[in-house]
C-alpha cells in the first residue's frame, strides 16, 4: 500500500493514489495540475521515508477536479444577562483534488 502525509495550506492529509481530497481553496483553474512538495512521511509498499521536516527528493501529482463550499457552519455567540445574541454562519471554500502520482525523484 503507498500512502503519503502532506501538508497543504497549514493541515496534514494521509493521501493516497486515485482518491480525491477536500482542500481549503487553491486559486488554480479547473482542470489544472498542482505538484505537491511539502511530503512529511511516504510509505511506499513498506519502505518508509520520514522527513525532517519534508522530504526533498519526493513529488506528488494531483488534478484540480472542482471548486465547492463545505457545509454551513453555525457560530453563536452570546452574552448572558446583557440580551446580547449574533448568530452567523460560514461556509468554506474548497477545492477538490484528485490525487493521480506519487514519484521518488
Given amino acids: 500500500m503507498k500512502y503519503a502525509i502532506v501538508e497543504i495550506s497549514g493541515r496534514q492529509f494521509w493521501v493516497e493514489t486515485g482518491k480525491y481530497y477536500d482542500l481549503n481553496r487553491i ?3 479547473l482542470g489544472k495540475k498542482i505538484l505537491l512538495t511539502r ?3 511516504l510509505n511506499n509498499n513498506g519502505e518508509l521515508l520520514v522527513g525532517k521536516p519534508y522530504i526533498d ?3 506528488i501529482k494531483g488534478k484540480v477536479l ?3 463550499r463545505g457545509q454551513k457552519t453555525i457560530v453563536y455567540k452570546m452574552r448572558p ?3 446580547t445574541r449574533k448568530k452567523q454562519g460560514h461556509r468554506q471554500e474548497l477545492t477538490r ?3 493521480e ?3 521518488i525523484n
Avoid: A, G
Wanted: hydrophobic share 45%; no cysteine.
Fill in 27 to 29: 486559486p488554480t483553474k
Fill in 39 to 41: 511530503v512529511l512521511l
Fill in 57 to 59: 527528493n519526493v513529488s
Fill in 66 to 68: 472542482k471548486h465547492l
Fill in 81 to 83: 444577562k446583557k440580551k
Fill in 97 to 99: 483534488v484528485l490525487i
Fill in 101 to 103: 502520482d506519487m514519484n
